[in-house]
C-alpha cells in the first residue's frame, strides 16, 4: 500500500500564479487534512475534510480552496500564489475519527518567487 | 494558540542515552499523540495516549500523561543516532464537533554516535 501520496514533491511558481496540490490515499480513510509547515511554526491546518464532498476551514485557510470530489483524492488550490504561501505542504489522512491518529504524505515543497 | 507546546525545543544527547521531551497543554483533552518527522519526510505516528492512561510503553518509547498539570512527556531509551528527527505532540479535545487534532511546534532531537 501507498498510503498517503502527494503530488508533485516540489514546485517553484510566480507570483500570481495558480497551482492544485493533489493528495491520494488508498486506506479508505474518511478525514483528510492539509496542513503547511513552517520554520518556527509548527504544522499549521489549512483545511480539512470529513468525508467526501464535505470540507471545512482550518486554521489559516485564507488564499487557499480544496475540494473533496472523491473520497481517496483531496485537492488543494492556490488560486493567485504569493511568496507568503512558499511553505511545505503536508496531507494527512486519518480512518474514521478526528481523534485518530493521522497519517502523513511526505509533502511537497513549494516557492512562489 | 497552540494548543500543545513542546519543551525543550531542541534537544543534543550522546548514543545511548536517554531523552526526555514535554508537551505541556491548555485544555481538556480527549487523547494525547506523540510524532516523529525525519528530515524531509511527513509525520509519522508513535503512540497515543488516553485521558484515562496515565502511561503507555511501546518499545523504547515510554509516554506518561498527568492530566492535572495539564503535561505529558516522551522518554526515548537507550537512543540511537536514528532517532535524530523531531518530535511532535498532538492534542485531541473532547467529542466537541469535528475539531482536529492541535499540533505543537515540536522538538528537535539530535543524537551524536
Known amino acids: 500500500n501507498a498510503g498517503v501520496t502527494q503530488t508533485p514533491k516540489f514546485r517553484v511558481l510566480k507570483t500570481g500564479q495558480s497551482m492544485t496540490l493533489l493528495c491520494a490515499q488508498d486506506?479508505?480513510?474518511?478525514?483528510m487534512y492539509w496542513y503547511r509547515q513552517d520554520p518556527g511554526m509548527g504544522l499549521r491546518l489549512i483545511h480539512y475534510s470529513v468525508g467526501e464532498g464535505t470540507t471545512a476551514k482550518g486554521e489559516v485557510p485564507d488564499g487557499y480552496n480544496v475540494s473533496r470530489l472523491k473520497k481517496q483524492n483531496f485537492l488543494l488550490g492556490l488560486e493567485s500564489a504569493a511568496p507568503s504561501q512558499t511553505s511545505v505542504y503536508f496531507c494527512?489522512?486519518?480512518?474514521?475519527?478526528?481523534?485518530?491518529?493521522?497519517?502523513f504524505g511526505d509533502g511537497t515543497r513549494l516557492s512562489i518567487l | 494558540s497552540q494548543q500543545g507546546e513542546e519543551d525543550p525545543q531542541a534537544l543534543s544527547i550522546q548514543e545511548g542515552e536517554n531523552a526526555t521531551m514535554n508537551c505541556s497543554y491548555k485544555?481538556?483533552?480527549?487523547?494525547l499523540q506523540w510524532y516523529r518527522q525525519n528530515s524531509g519526510r511527513g509525520l509519522v505516528h508513535l503512540i497515543l495516549?488516553?485521558?484515562?492512561?496515565r502511561e503507555k510503553h511501546s518499545g523504547r518509547l515510554r509516554v506518561t500523561l498527568d492530566t492535572s498539570k495539564k503535561s505529558s512527556s516522551l522518554l526515548i531509551t537507550a537512543s540511537r543516532a536514528a532517532d535524530t528527527a523531531s518530535y511532535f505532540c498532538a492534542t485531541a479535545l473532547p467529542d466537541s464537533g469535528n475539531t482536529p487534532l492541535v499540533f505543537g511546534k515540536g522538538t528537535r532531537l539530535s543524537v551524536i554516535a
Open positions: 495516549i488516553r485521558s484515562n492512561e
Open positions: 485544555t481538556s483533552i480527549n487523547n
Open positions: 494527512a489522512s486519518s480512518y474514521s475519527s478526528r481523534v485518530q491518529p493521522q497519517h
Open positions: 486506506m479508505n480513510h474518511e478525514y
